[in-house]
């Protein structure tokens, strides 16, 4: 067995730089930071939520439509309560571009007193631009769904 320590060290650290996103990507969601969450983007990303019902393309494009979803009349509004967490990720590197398979848990708390909690699937596609990984292409799926009673708590911390 031969080992090329440059080349695995690299391997490792695009690896870390790729999962680096995935996780920020929803962490900056859970924020309702659409700033952020286009940080993580190419200027071309396509994104699709729900398996293609909505599908947005260009990071402008992107950032109108989260800072719509997050306003105060947005589905994500700043009285809803999120957290994703991102389990298994799947990465595949070939020179600058990679493939990544995410599988997670979302759970989201509405002031209307609904919890609902989603088993989801992410299927990207990244691009290495200009030496930083950024996340070129995603398609989001949801496998289940769980609603059920719940309350936002504790209140709003600003």
Not at 53 to 76: C, N, P, S
Not at 104 to 116: E, Q
Not at 131 to 147: E, F, N, T, V, Y
Request: glycine share 8%; net charge negative.
């Amino acid at each position: 067995m031969n080992f090329d320590l440059e080349s695995d060290v690299r391997c490792l650290r695009d690896q870390a730089e790729i999962k680096d996103i995935v996780h920020r990507f929803v962490t900056e969601a859970d924020k309702r930071s659409a700033e952020g969450m286009v940080n993580c983007v190419s200027d071309d990303v396509v994104v699709s939520f729900n398996d293609g019902a909505i599908v947005i393309e260009g990071a402008e494009k992107l950032r109108e439509y989260l800072i719509g979803q997050f306003a105060e009349d947005g589905t994500l509004n700043p009285h809803t309560r999120g957290t994703h967490a991102m389990s298994n990720t799947v990465i595949t590197l070939n020179g600058d571009s990679a493939t990544a398979e995410t599988s997670g848990i979302t759970c989201l708390a509405t002031p209307a007193g609904m919890v609902h909690i989603r088993g989801v699937f992410y299927r990207d596609k990244f691009a290495r631009i200009d030496g930083k990984w950024r996340l070129a292409d995603r398609r989001h799926s949801c496998g289940w769904q769980i609603d059920t009673e719940g309350r936002v708590a504790p209140p709003l911390l600003v």
